[in-house]
């Protein structure tokens, strides 16, 4: 990469920088003004993701390394876009410009300064996929979380309220804990350059590795807590729901920027060496713990948001499950999965809120109650007789109908190709810590059976939602709303009719972050500019 493609790198951190800066001179009276100006700059961002994803060829090679203010490694800050953080900076930006657009309906002018800090979370989830070291990680994840905080709030109301002090207070534990793991890593090596620390693991006495170990075990719990792993993850299901749609929408890469977390160091640091498969067990055992209570979270929930909720801690699960396995043909599955899994929740979200204006307060209650005693059937059957749906309903079903099959992981679409991806692997590997062929069948008889509950779930609630509506209230739906949902659902089908193509690119991605010593040359070789020689700082 060279050339102006180089200094696209930073693009991405800058952009929502600025447009929220922007925003801010504008009063909140001037809605469309602002809209504009926040939905220019997300889709030029999206440009932007889209350049530089295509920029990354895919092969073992590397490919950016930019050096912030002209200082070389490890003492400035340094971005680096590899082919994992490509993948993250494009579904960011998918993301972002569906969740927006479903705002302007109505969201964006409830409450102030919805788009100043819609692009501050961009920015700092941006900064993190890009950033080189920890301590800048550390910054563009308090921004990340500052931003969330707000649109955490965004709406008012005493559950939203509820459950926003609940996830502004755990998230500042994890805060914590960060800053708390990031010193003990930089007392113990001197250096938070992620490269530098790499190279430096291997020279680090035996006496001060448990150090580095405690130190990496408590940065480690920091983004478990994000990532959602049981019993951290309490205060996710009810945060999620609570949120406004296009909020919750956007939420659902928070939870994948744990796992790019977890999975790039893991890799970098834990990959070889002296502290080769450190914490491996403890994903392993917290991810299976995780998708077994997201699996009783689905099969218990009766609202739609909770539902969505626990399926968001079903797919955490299954991506920490698999980081526990660490096997490279099980991880290149798992990438797709994950990359299938966040476009489909985010699209679930936002379907909730219309599907939901149809809806009496207490009717899924109701009908709970009447399947229980048996009541009310008949009068129900004989008033669905010569009762035609209306095209709202129509196209909401099956937009419905899509998400429970991706979510359940039922043919043909992605989530079926990524599941089978998994467990096709998943039957050729062992695991670490526990014998291979009875953890194999327990893990991927888990992975089954949470499809299977998805399926019941979304089942249940969808007849209670379609076929058995109390009211009969046609939900007012506009196209500015449905519009988002259906592209990013067209994403999930573009993501299947190309799932050869998806899944080279996810195996040449794994492969590249299994060669830890392409990342550490690539990030210490690069030149300033004006110095001799070739750097990926040009």
Known sequence: MTGWTQHLIIAPILIPLAA????????????????????????????????????????????????????AAPFGIVLVLDGLSALMLLLAALLGLATLVFSLARWHAIGAHF??????????????????????????????????????????????????????????????LFLIGVSLIYGTSGTLNMADLAARIPEIEPDRRLLLQAGAGVLGIAFLIKAGMWPLCFWLPSAYSAAAAPVAGLFAILSKLGIYVILRLTMLLFGDGPLA???????????????????????????????????VLVSSGTMLMVLGINDGAVSSGALLYMVSSTLTLAAFFMLIELVERGQDAGAAVLAVTMEAYGEGEESELEQAEGVAMPGTMALLGICFAACAILVAGLPPLSGFIAKFAMLSAMMGTGTIGIPPTAAVWTLAALV????????????????????????GVVPRVLVIEIVPVLFLLALTLVLTIQAGPAMQYMETTIRALSNPEVYIDAVRQAVVIGSSGQGGAH
């Open 115 to 176: 788009h100043s800090m819609f692009q501050l979370l961009l920015m700092g989830v941006n900064g993190a996929f890009l950033t080189g070291d920890l301590f800048n990680l550390f910054v563009f994840f308090e921004v990340m979380l500052a931003a969330s905080y707000g649109l955490m709030l965004h709406g008012s109301g005493p559950m939203r309220v509820k459950a926003g002090m609940h996830y502004i207070a755990i998230n500042l534990v994890a805060a914590l």
């Open 20 to 71: 929220a800066a922007l925003l801010l001179f504008f009063d909140e009276r001037r809605r469309v003004a602002k809209a504009m100006i926040s939905l220019a700059a997300t889709v030029l961002m999206g440009f932007v993701a889209i350049v530089l994803f295509r920029a990354e060829t895919g092969l073992d090679g590397f490919q950016g390394v930019y050096l912030l203010g002209n200082w």
């Open 277 to 311: 498969g450190f914490g491996s067990g403890f994903l392993l055992y917290g991810g299976t713990a995780t998708l077994v209570f997201g699996i009783i979270g689905v099969l218990s929930s009766q609202a739609l948001g909770r539902l969505a909720g626990y399926s």
């Open 448 to 471: 089954i059976l949470s499809g299977v509950a998805s399926l019941i779930a979304m089942s249940r609630v969808g007849i209670y939602t379609f076929w058995t509506s109390l009211e």
